[in-house]
């Protein structure tokens, strides 16, 4: 079963620190990778991390603020130097067609793969044969959305010791029930995968939720994910101050994650107020216990389902 990782190659938010790159999260699934923002400096923070795009199938950008996406012509023209041909996603809200034109222009950019423009209002706006991208808005200062990355469903377990007592020879066929076919054996009987296989697990699923003010309708979009990202910019006594910049507070992105029964809770997009992140982490812990702050460069595991 392929491994789903999630690897923060920025944590802060409106500039960089010494601490905190801006906003870019990378998820990777097995040899599959989806950025969620790209902001300032998110190419070199992806070699820092070891992570390698050459399977970037999409990159995902929440809203046009330059944290946001001032690394995407940097990190596009660094893709095509190191020899990437194939096509990306772009998923945005409207308006990024004019900015890749106007970088080409002004010879910028000019990207050496085909790029892909998806339109961030459409509920799915891009999915491949094992996962999709399902998006909805966010309540910011300008168009924004947050992004909701779904496993497929799993297959259920293959229970070697039953197939074995079946009389299965090892081998081929294993591979075969593994994937959901009937076989035949030389005796002339037929197994179902159903015999060998235990109940379809629940595929693994990461919402990435920055910047927004608490919005009604987000508890939904992010209901029982394993993963909630959530933005935390400031500490609750700014309150005030986040929801007249359109954030939340570490508080708020903890009800949202209590309220939506998800499994983990990560903070970022952290102000440059904060030096130490204890303070938003002790908020937050208050209200929802399973919860982190992350750092740059951290990475994540997301279990499979039993
Ligand atoms: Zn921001
Ligand atoms: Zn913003």
């Known amino acids: 079963m392929s491994e789903l ?26 040899g599959e990778a989806v950025l969620f923002d790209c902001g300032e400096g998110a190419q070199l923070q992806a070699t820092r991390a070891g992570f390698k795009p050459s399977r970037l199938h999409a990159v995902c950008i929440t809203h046009f603020h330059g944290d946001h996406i001032n690394g995407l012509p940097g990190f ?22 004019r900015y890749l034109q106007v970088l080409r222009e ?3 950019l000019h990207p050496a793969f085909p ?11 891009f999915a491949t044969d094992d996962w999709r991208i399902e998006s909805f808005p966010l309540d910011h ?7 909701l990355f779904r496993e497929k469903d799993l297959p259920g377990r293959f229970d070697l010791e039953h197939a074995i007592a079946l009389g299965i020879p090892r081998g081929p066929l294993f591979g075969k029930l593994q994937r959901g076919e009937s076989v035949r054996l030389d005796d002339g009987r037929t197994i179902s995968p159903e015999q060998v296989l235990g109940l379809p697990r629940r595929g693994r699923s990461v919402a990435y939720v920055t910047d927004t003010r608490p919005c009604s309708h987000l508890v939904e979009a992010v209901r029982g994910v394993d993963v909630l990202i959530h933005e935390a910019t ?3 006594e700014f309150a005030d101050l986040a929801n007249e910049r359109g954030h939340s507070t570490a508080v708020q ?3 949202v994650a209590r309220d939506a029964g998800v499994g983990r809770l990560i903070l970022t997009h952290v102000s440059t107020r904060y030096v130490r992140a204890r303070p938003l982490l002790r908020e937050a812990q208050a209200v929802f216990p399973n919860t982190v702050v992350a750092r740059d460069l951290d990475v994540f595991d997301v279990p499979v389902h039993d």
Do not use: W
């Open 5 to 30: 990782k999630i690897t923060f190659l920025g944590t802060g938010s409106a500039r960089p620190t010494p601490q905190r790159s801006v906003a870019c999260v990378a998820l990777s699934l097995g």
């Open 76 to 97: 596009i023209g660094t893709m095509g130097l190191n020899g990437h041909r194939d096509r990306v996603a772009l998923v945005s809200p409207r308006g990024l067609r």
């Open 106 to 108: 002004l010879s910028i």
């Open 115 to 125: 790029l892909d423009l998806h339109d961030a209002a459409q509920d799915v706006p």
């Open 141 to 147: 200062r300008l168009p924004c959305h947050g992004y």
């Open 234 to 236: 400031y500490t609750h």
């Open 253 to 255: 992105a903890a009800e």
